[in-house]
Nanobody
Framework: QVQLVESGGGLVQAGDSVRLSCTAS????????LGWFRQAPGKEREFVAG????????YYADSVKGRFTISRDNAKNTVYLQMNSLNPEDTAAYSC????WGDGRTWSRHAYWGQGTQVTVSS
């Protein structure tokens, strides 16, 4: 079993930068694709960014491309999401995911999920 815990969220102003972290316990994630999703109030959860198990490939939603960067540190069992040039539309609960069968862009029903961390961007 894998437990994922996100951190780094909070209240920021438009234009600010924030780095989210997601650390896993229970299993090494070196062979897992890792990713970030977000869900705003009243909206469905949406894909934000993903990274393959070997770091060879990264994927981003069009809405965050050029502003967000996903990275991973297998030694720390952690995935990061660097978010720059934040705007109010980025306000959401951000959750990380780990998937032994995913590739960073597609995700299986076996993926593990964290509880999420709230990011609120004020204008």
């Amino acid at each position: 079993q894998v437990q994922l815990v996100e951190s780094g969220g909070g209240l920021v102003q438009a234009g600010d930068s924030v780095r989210l972290s997601c650390t896993a316990s229970g299993r090494a994630l070196s062979s897992y694709a890792l990713g970030w999703f977000r869900q705003a109030p009243g909206k469905e959860r949406e894909f934000v960014a993903g990274i393959s198990w070997d770091r060879a490939s990264t994927y981003y939603a069009d809405s965050v491309k050029g502003r967000f960067t996903i990275s991973r540190d297998n030694a720390k069992n952690t995935v990061y999401l660097q978010m720059n040039s934040l705007n109010p539309e980025d306000t959401a609960a951000y959750s990380c995911t780990a998937d032994r069968w995913g590739d960073g862009r597609t995700w299986s029903r076996h993926a593990y999920w964290g509880q999420g961390t709230q990011v609120t961007v004020s204008s």
